[in-house]
């Protein structure tokens, strides 16, 4: 009798677990690399993946032969530089804002499909990279010093898991990797 109780227990309490352990893996899948989150460049809602650890930026979207209206991707930085970019394994042109860390888009270039030709930004004050489908800028009325959105950058980052910080503190405020 005394062995069904604690058995029964023992049940009772690791069942208590689960359902935590099954909502942190659910958040941990939902905001992967495939989550989309909507950001604003200019007056446009835009989709965008975020590339935010060094295999995701090299991956980027490489072996993507189309994408969604509206759909990219924003590559994350922790610190302003030149930004190089080329279309290695990439089957579709791209367009790529190149955006300073105040959100304002410095510039915006077109990459044709596998080319092996560095694109790199004319600013070394580039602190994030938006590839969205060629034409896509033009078509949608976003130049060079219109904004992204900031906030919603942010809250992309932390439903990511990423420290906000590491992205928008200057290099001297910026806290350690997690």
Same mark, same amino acid.
Request: net charge negative; hydrophobic share 40%.
């Given at each position: 009798?005394?062995?069904?109780?604690?058995?029964?227990?023992?049940?009772?309490?690791?069942?208590?677990?689960?359902?935590?352990?099954?909502?942190?893996?659910?958040?941990?899948?939902?905001?992967? $690399?495939?989550?989309?989150?909507?950001?604003?460049?200019?007056?446009?809602?835009?989709?965008?993946?975020?590339?935010?650890?060094?295999?995701?930026?090299?991956?980027?979207? @490489?072996?993507?032969?189309?994408?969604?209206?509206?759909?990219?991707?924003?590559?994350?930085?922790?610190?302003?530089?030149?930004?190089?970019?080329? @279309?290695?394994?990439?089957?579709?042109?791209?367009?790529?804002?190149?955006?300073?860390?105040?959100?304002?888009?410095?510039?915006?270039?077109?990459?044709?499909?596998?080319?092996?030709?560095?694109? %790199?930004?004319?600013?070394?004050?580039?602190?994030?990279? $938006?590839?969205?489908?060629?034409?896509?800028? %033009?078509?949608?009325?976003?130049?060079?010093?219109?904004?992204?959105?900031?906030?919603?950058?942010?809250?992309?980052?932390?439903?990511?898991?990423?420290?906000?910080?590491?992205?928008?503190?200057?290099?001297?405020?910026?806290?350690?990797?997690?």
């Amino acid at each position: 009798m005394l062995r069904i109780a604690l058995i029964a227990l023992t049940l009772a309490f690791s069942s208590c677990d689960q359902p935590t352990q099954r909502s942190v893996n659910k958040t941990t899948q939902e905001a992967g $690399i495939d989550t989309l989150f909507n950001i604003q460049q200019g007056a446009k809602i835009t989709h965008l993946k975020l590339a935010g650890t060094d295999l995701e930026k090299s991956r980027g979207l @490489m072996g993507v032969e189309k994408l969604p209206a509206d759909t990219g991707m924003i590559f994350m930085y922790e610190s302003d530089q030149v930004m190089r970019f080329w @279309m290695k394994d990439t089957p579709l042109d791209l367009d790529i804002a190149f955006v300073q860390a105040d959100g304002v888009i410095a510039e915006i270039r077109t990459m044709k499909a596998e080319d092996l030709t560095e694109v %790199a930004s004319q600013s070394s004050h580039i602190r994030f990279c $938006i590839e969205m489908p060629a034409g896509w800028y %033009a078509s949608s009325q976003i130049t060079a010093g219109d904004t992204v959105n900031l906030n919603q950058l942010k809250d992309a980052l932390t439903a990511r898991g990423f420290k906000v910080q590491r992205y928008f503190a200057s290099t001297s405020e910026r806290a350690p990797n997690r």
